[in-house]
């Protein structure tokens, strides 16, 4: 039950975030709408019991993909209405006051979870999962059993790459 | 060795590891010659091409599942890796002049060209739906970036753009449809997911996946509704690789296709197989229709090949045997027709004319003999005219149809063939009977003859003589899933 709520209200999320992405008409708002969409999404690997997929999941779209669309949608210099850049309703003040409130969070967590074992986060609900963890267990797929795809994937990357290299490069 | 993979594995994969070798050593090559002599590079990717070819042979009655069921080496998928390399030989073939005149740097495009094809062989072995995604993902990005190649035009700029955008959103459809089928089955090896689905009666949700796998599918193979890309990426992608791209990108997509619905979803056959009745009767009369008023010659193949992709739908509409061994049949006889008609246009390019209008075409005749003889034989050939390769390929589609007592399908196909003869014969009348040269000298190049030279044997040869074809195709389709095609006579 509880777990249901959980689901469709992640899911109500990201398909929301995901209309607010396409929806908004700035760019870098859109961008950060994709970044609380990518967390909804690795909130639902939590909830499935895929923990290191949710934290790639972070680490590589929310982390990595994203800071460098922001690059580029701030590099690129789109036209945006001047009233953008001067926004007189900016909550400058806020702003301090939810980074200070994050900082003292990080800080609170920091300080109770010193001197303590580590102990699983989902080591009730997970119950039905051999005793391996979370990334053996992905690691030891893509490199038995799905070996081939995984390596077919490698010639896919190195495509993309050699595209982009084609594709951006003046002159080869 | 761990659990899961063997040594064997990796023998039986063998065809793709020297292609993957082969297409690595084109692009250490292309670092090592000088500037210059990269033209050379042609030779490496057809000595690829045939290394792979070789090591096909051992492989000519396997039968077996790889690694636990993700890739199947079997004569269905070996038919299709014979077609995709030769038409990929084909392709580097007609390209070497081509990327010469449009001063395009040769490494990078000859990769590009392997990496397609290993994605395609992938895609025909494949079973197992994380396999057939990433072998069409291989063959998808490889596509995009070959479309836009020629850099300074912005037709191929468009063309590239168009492709990637709307490809990337029928790959999410697509994956949509899969990751419903494998949420209802367990399982993403399409062997085991039809026996998990046999018997049940139908889910509201697996109809929904169907549904969004065959758009996805349609996307791939330009069946009408999903066909909006196909003539403005046709038109501006360098030539060469609209022709690869209208023969190997569609008969992977129609392996991708026979594998995931006559292995997969056998049980859902009635569903199935009432949107592709449907399907291709749009797309063969959309196709067609559309075609007529084209006076660019690239766009009015573009529309034609919707229409065939129309044609060898009512293959796998019958769904029997002999309808799968007519889709095979077709597909390998297209390949020869599709890729010689677009070699003419790459020879009519040159420095200062594009050569694909109608009106490149005046008077070829006068001016190149054998040339406008090898259009006249493709021209008729994709018509279905006797005695070229293209009939008997028509031919035993139709009486496949009528087998499984599709008749009125049979019926329509016949009409649509008889409408597409107006837009092949034109070009044929513009060769012949206009007398003024409007268009330029067509350049001949060593490499461009042989391949009208090999396209036009093969038309010529396979209409005469089809047997020996025939007979390959029909093992081949004999060797799918006994389920999928036995069950489906209506």
Known sequence: ?172 | MPPGISASDFYNILPELVLTSGALVVLIVDVLLPKERRGALAWVTLLAIGATLASLVPFRSTHVEVAQGLLAVDQFALFFKVVFLVAAAITVLMSVRYLEIEGASPGEYYFLILCATLGMMIMAGGIDLITIFIGLETMAVSFYILAGFIKPSHRSNEAAVKYFLLGAFSLGILLYGMSLMYGLSGTTNLRVMAAAFAGQETDARLVLAVILVVAGVGFKIAAVPFHMWAPDVYEGAPTPITAFLSVGSKAASFAMLIRIFLEGLPSMGHDWRLLFEALAIITMTVGNIAALTQSNVKRMLAYSSIAHAGYVLIGIVAGTSRGITATLVYLFIYAFMQLGAFAVIVGLRRADVAGEELKDFGGLHARNPFAAFAMLLFMLSLGGIPPTAGFMGKFWLFSAAIDAHYNWLAVIGVLNSAVSLYYYVRIVVFMYVKKEALGSEPATSPTLAVVLGVAVAATLVLGVYPRLLFELADASARTLGAAGVTTSLR
């Open chain 1, 1 to 172: 039950m509880g777990e249901a709520i959980a689901f469709y209200f992640i899911a109500a999320c990201i398909l929301g975030f995901a209309v607010l992405v396409i929806s908004t008409k700035d760019t870098v708002h859109s961008v950060l709408f994709l970044v609380l969409d990518f967390l909804f999404v690795a909130a639902l690997y939590v909830l499935l019991g895929a923990a290191f997929l949710a934290a790639i999941q972070i680490l590589v779209y929310a982390g990595g993909i994203v800071v460098l669309y922001l690059f580029v949608v701030m590099l690129v210099n789109l036209k945006r209405p001047p009233e953008a850049h001067s926004d007189p309703h900016r909550q400058t003040r806020l702003g301090f006051g939810m980074a200070a409130a994050v900082i003292v969070e990080l800080g609170a967590v920091a300080l109770y979870s010193t001197g303590k074992p580590v102990v699983p986060l989902a080591s009730a609900a997970t119950a039905a999962i051999p005793v391996s963890g979370n990334t053996e267990q992905v690691g030891w797929l893509l490199y038995t059993s799905y070996l081939i795809p995984f390596e077919i994937a490698s010639m896919l990357l190195l495509v993309a790459m050699i595209g982009a290299i084609v594709l951006a490069k003046r002159e080869l």
